[in-house]
């Protein structure tokens, strides 16, 4: 195997193979063929294939920071031919060539195509310039960046260009980090860490996952550590975390850097239930074993588990690919390696454009080197499997799962209602691999079946506790953690439960989640996993006992914000409306929805056929009178109980009211593009369904301001609408008491009422009552 190895183990351009990795590669071919799995021949065809590749792709990567355009035959640039103003994040992308040409080794090397994540979304020149070179691409990259000078000058060209069409998409099938255009991309990478926190639950058994890591987002999202955790065999597909080590720094080193560097990691990884290897960051050959080989120790590690001779966790494979910022290209491993690793622009500078021709011409291969080193690792056809851009986590598709319906009876708590029907969904649906969020007590969530069905997974389980080697609820103080595992999830059942006001730690993965599926959808390629609600309960308005750091409506707030084709936000009312909604989330693809409900009882409001009406519509019209001047509009259950109070008192007192429950506010809003408004209601048919009374008075869950906003199309001027919702007043304070100090009691609406309908206040409240809303009396007297 040594002389057939000879000439690759030379290297070509900026490539060399140490020691042991030329040692691991003489293994791993040996097995290769003991297996029938590859020939040596074929394999070493394969390795120096990867070579040129690697290196003609680190080319491509510098073009796109500095060039307009490429020459295949080699030949330097001129002054004209660079960018006015270079942008990227250069170092980073190059550090990404070989572990991304290595994982294109790797499957073609075993006849397997992984899918891959990648944490570093900003690194995706890396992955356009590989794919663009092999191939390896959707339509519209395919047509406009052929395997041409043009076609590499274009893509040169489009990265950075900032172009935008006519109706303010970007007008370029490219972007600054990963997106739908990227072939195979499944996540953007923009919230660094959250790959990381991901991966782990990502795969179903029978797949292979291989994710490309960072060392700067190791410490900014804390988490990662816990995947051994949660890792299962029986359940979980093969995965193979690799940390790009290259030492990261702009501001500051990061702390991995200051405290030991790699050996401080190695140690940290062991403590921490990983197996790390390390490798050389710089050698594509080198992430090709690293890949094979973790998939096989994790596939012996479960193994063994199922013989009986080992016990969960296992040690999870991890490697640790040793490079340096910007290797193979001048500024390798200084700080401006980072962004631009030559410092000064070589449009301008005659030094600097010296330094990239020098660069370039190291990283050159000859074209007809280049096209049959494309052409041996496209062996795709012969092994019979997909390219790498339609691997199986950038294929999903999952039905609409069986809907228990709503029953008729149902606990007075909305939370406790769901805990029973989520249970039904589970059991209808066992196909489907369930994993629930819990970064709290989800016992204090009211889902204690749901809890004693699925149990906590744990690798150590108590005798009389819901734990289980296998439970699907993953429980850790770890927002973004927890939501994370919920989201990763696409091939199953999802959901996250948790307080209202910790919740909006989550909003990050959430957002990073619902950027790349709302892409997806305007390209054409609706995503397909089913959506993911998020449940915000313990909320603002019944969190008493815990302060006002935990009264906060901020996640709903912000979620509202977002389109609402892809990001609604739910708001029942009762148990009936809040099982309707979860029946609407799940009969959907690729949306994460917000659902804010009570866990403490609440009065029933909605029979089940008025429910399913107001779910589909986003509201219901609860009572109208005849001739009703005042219209009270109710955005949460809470408010809601005030607004019935309100209007039965406004009612005895002569004053016909109508009474509206709001249940999904984005379904009111303005349309702000084509996608959006196909979802929401028109004009004509929300002058219809919610006719308008003289004057409306909106009670909202949130901050008044933002619900203004998204239900302009209902605001009838200040003159005629008032708008009441959270004034950032708590404390530890019951619902009336919260309700009190927010002015949204009974109380504050009938004066609010008054004042729009010019009515006097006397006709309506008592002095006593009059003088408690001045702050002149005790307000127990309003409850």
């Known amino acids: 195997m040594t002389d057939m190895l000879h000439d690759w183990s030379q290297g070509y351009g900026v490539i060399s193979h140490d020691f042991l990795t030329r040692n691991r590669i003489s293994d791993l071919l040996t097995e290769l063929a003991a297996e029938g799995t590859c020939t040596p021949t074929q394999a070493v065809d394969l390795l120096k294939a990867a070579d040129r590749l690697c290196n003609a792709a680190m080319r491509q990567v510098a073009h796109m920071t500095y060039a307009r355009q490429v020459?295949?035959?080699?030949?330097?640039?001129?002054?004209?031919?660079?960018?006015?103003?270079?942008?990227?994040?250069?170092?980073?992308?190059?550090?990404?060539?070989?572990?991304?040409?290595?994982?294109?080794?790797?499957?073609?090397?075993?006849?397997?195509?992984?899918?891959?994540?990648?944490?570093?979304?900003?690194?995706?020149?890396?992955?356009?310039?590989?794919?663009?070179?092999?191939?390896?691409?959707?339509?519209?990259?395919?047509?406009?960046?052929?395997?041409?000078?043009?076609?590499?000058?274009?893509?040169?060209?489009?990265?950075?260009?900032?172009?935008?069409?006519?109706?303010?998409?970007?007008?370029?099938?490219?972007?600054?980090?990963?997106?739908?255009?990227?072939?195979?991309?499944?996540?953007?990478?923009?919230?660094?860490?959250?790959?990381?926190?991901?991966?782990?639950?990502?795969?179903?058994?029978?797949?292979?996952?291989?994710?490309?890591?960072?060392?700067?987002?190791?410490?900014?999202?804390?988490?990662?550590?816990?995947?051994?955790?949660?890792?299962?065999?029986?359940?979980?597909?093969?995965?193979?975390?690799?940390?790009?080590?290259?030492?990261?720094?702009?501001?500051?080193?990061?702390?991995?850097?200051?405290?030991?560097?790699?050996?401080?990691?190695?140690?940290?990884?062991?403590?921490?239930?990983?197996?790390?290897?390390?490798?050389?960051?710089?050698?594509?050959?080198?992430?090709?074993?690293?890949?094979?080989?973790?998939?096989?120790?994790?596939?012996n590690a479960h193994q063994a588990i199922t013989n009986g001779d080992a016990e969960y966790p296992v040690r999870l494979p991890y490697a640790i690919a040793e490079t340096v910022k910007g290797f193979g290209f001048p500024g390798a491993g200084t700080n401006a390696a980072h962004n631009l690793p030559l410092v000064d622009n070589p449009a301008v500078n005659e030094a600097a454009r010296e330094r990239f021709n020098q660069g370039i011409a190291a990283l050159h291969v000859d074209?007809?080197?280049?096209?049959?080193?494309?052409?041996?690792?496209?062996?795709?056809?012969?092994?019979?499997?997909?390219?790498?851009?339609?691997?199986?986590?950038?294929?999903?598709?999952?039905?609409?799962?069986?809907?228990?319906?709503?029953?008729?009876?149902?606990?007075?708590?909305?939370?406790?209602?769901?805990?029973?029907?989520?249970?039904?969904?589970?059991?209808?649906?066992?196909?489907?691999?369930?994993?629930?969020?819990?970064?709290d007590e989800i016992r204090s969530n009211r889902m204690n079946q749901t809890l004693d069905l699925?149990?906590?997974?744990?690798?150590?389980?108590?005798?009389?506790?819901?734990?289980?080697?296998?439970?699907?609820?993953?429980?850790?103080?770890?927002?973004?953690?927890?939501?994370?595992?919920?989201?990763?999830?696409?091939?199953?059942?999802?959901?996250?439960?948790?307080?209202?006001?910790?919740?909006?730690?989550?909003?990050?993965?959430?957002?990073?989640?619902?950027?790349?599926?709302?892409?997806?959808?305007?390209?054409?390629?609706?995503?397909?996993?089913?959506?993911?609600?998020?449940?915000?309960?313990?909320?603002?308005?019944?969190?008493?006992?815990?302060?006002?750091?935990?009264?906060?409506?901020?996640?709903?707030?912000?979620?509202?914000?977002?389109?609402?084709?892809?990001?609604?936000?739910?708001?029942?009312?009762?148990?009936?409306?809040?099982?309707?909604?979860?029946?609407?989330?799940?009969?959907?693809?690729?949306?994460?929805?917000?659902?804010?409900?009570?866990?403490?009882?609440?009065?029933a409001c909605l029979t089940v056929p008025e429910a399913d009406a107001a779910a589909e519509t986003g509201f219901a019209v609860l009572n109208a009178d005849p001739g009703a001047e005042l219209q009270l509009l109710a955005v949460g259950a809470y408010q809601l109980q005030a607004v019935r109070r309100a209007a039965q008192h406004l009612r005895y007192h002569g004053i016909p009211c109508s009474e509206v429950a709001i249940i999904e506010p984005g379904l009111l809003r303005e349309g702000r593009d084509a996608m959006e408004e196909a979802v929401v209601h028109s004009d004509s048919e929300l002058a219809r369904q919610v006719p308008a009374a003289r004057c409306r008075l909106f009670v909202c869950h949130g901050h008044a301001e933002v619900m203004t906003g998204v239900l302009r199309r209902l605001d009838t001027g200040p003159r005629t609408s008032r708008f009441l919702g959270y004034r950032n007043r708590g404390g530890t304070l019951d619902t009336f008491g919260m309700q009190f100090a927010n002015q949204q009691s009974w109380a504050h609406l009938v004066a609010e009422a008054a004042q729009l309908l010019n009515r006097p206040l006397d006709d309506l409240l008592g002095k006593a009552e009059q003088a408690v809303l001045k702050g002149d009396g005790d307000p127990r007297l309003l409850q």
Request: aromatic fraction near 8%.
């Open 71 to 299: 020459y295949l035959d080699g030949r330097p640039l001129d002054q004209s031919d660079f960018k006015p103003t270079p942008e990227g994040h250069t170092g980073g992308a190059l550090n990404m060539v070989p572990a991304y040409v290595g994982y294109l080794l790797a499957n073609a090397l075993t006849g397997t195509t992984r899918s891959w994540l990648m944490g570093q979304g900003h690194c995706v020149a890396a992955i356009d310039a590989v794919n663009v070179l092999m191939g390896n691409t959707e339509a519209a990259q395919a047509e406009r960046y052929p395997l041409s000078d043009a076609g590499l000058s274009q893509l040169c060209q489009d990265f950075y260009s900032y172009a935008i069409d006519a109706e303010g998409r970007p007008a370029v099938p490219l972007g600054s980090h990963v997106n739908p255009h990227t072939g195979g991309g499944i996540s953007e990478g923009g919230y660094l860490g959250f790959a990381g926190l991901q991966y782990v639950h990502m795969p179903l058994p029978g797949q292979e996952l291989v994710t490309f890591l960072s060392d700067g987002a190791f410490e900014e999202q804390r988490g990662s550590d816990w995947a051994p955790r949660w890792w299962r065999g029986e359940d979980s597909g093969l995965v193979m975390p690799i940390m790009i080590a290259n030492g990261r720094r702009i501001d500051q080193r990061s702390t991995m850097a200051q405290v030991g560097g790699v050996d401080w990691l190695r140690e940290h990884l062991t403590l921490n239930g990983f197996d790390p290897v390390d490798i050389d960051g710089r050698d594509p050959a080198a992430f090709a074993w690293a890949i094979i080989s973790m998939a096989r120790d994790l596939r």
């Open 454 to 603: 699925l149990l906590h997974r744990v690798t150590a389980a108590e005798d009389g506790v819901a734990e289980g080697l296998q439970g699907s609820v993953i429980t850790a103080l770890n927002e973004e953690a927890i939501v994370s595992a919920a989201l990763a999830n696409r091939q199953g059942l999802n959901l996250a439960v948790s307080y209202e006001a910790f919740a909006v730690k989550m909003l990050g993965a959430m957002r990073q989640e619902l950027i790349f599926s709302r892409h997806a959808r305007e390209l054409g390629r609706a995503p397909g996993w089913l959506s993911v609600p998020v449940i915000a309960t313990s909320h603002t308005w019944e969190n008493g006992k815990n302060e006002q750091s935990h009264q906060d409506p901020t996640l709903c707030d912000a979620w509202l914000q977002e389109m609402s084709d892809s990001a609604p936000v739910y708001f029942p009312v009762d148990s009936h409306s809040a099982i309707a909604v979860m029946r609407k989330v799940y009969a959907s693809h690729g949306k994460v929805a917000l659902i804010v409900a009570p866990k403490n009882p609440v009065d």
């Open 367 to 439: 074209e007809h080197a280049l096209r049959s080193a494309i052409a041996t690792l496209r062996n795709h056809t012969q092994q019979r499997r997909p390219q790498e851009k339609d691997h199986p986590l950038a294929q999903i598709r999952v039905a609409t799962p069986a809907l228990p319906e709503i029953g008729i009876e149902q606990p007075d708590s909305p939370m406790a209602a769901i805990d029973h029907w989520f249970c039904a969904l589970t059991r209808a649906n066992p196909q489907l691999r369930v994993r629930i969020g819990n970064p």
